[in-house]
């Protein structure tokens, strides 16, 4: 092989690299194994805790858009995000887990 087996070990590590970075990015398997290591080696409640409110009177442009729900009205949408809800003093901002998760 020679002079090929430089070559082809540099695109080995190089793919190697791609694709973790592929998975990091693309899936949630970090996020919880974070949440997993949080909670007790538990999933219980990981769905939950991925999900941000958004109220829709925020919006602007579908304030008449209710959805009914059987139980009444409902303007609360939710969203898979990292985000404080409406009633927070940092409405929307991307929390600190979201950051964590990032950073790691």
């Not at 990015?25 to 997993?36: G, H, K, L, N």
């Not at 858009?65 to 995000?81: E, H, M």
Request: proline share 4%; aromatic share 14%.
């Amino acid at each position: 092989i020679g002079a090929w087996n430089n070559i082809l070990e540099a695109i080995t590590h190089l793919s190697t690299a791609t694709n973790a970075f592929v998975i990091a990015f693309t899936s949630d398997f970090v996020a919880r194994q974070i949440y997993r290591y949080k909670h007790g080696n538990s999933l219980e409640g990981y769905i939950k805790s991925t999900l941000s409110i958004y109220d829709m009177k925020d919006s602007g442009t579908v304030t008449n858009q209710i959805v009914d729900i059987g139980k009444g009205n409902s303007t609360l949408c939710y969203y898979r995000a990292l985000r404080y809800p409406p009633d927070h003093p940092k409405k929307y901002q991307l929390t600190p887990q979201y950051w964590y998760e990032v950073g790691i």
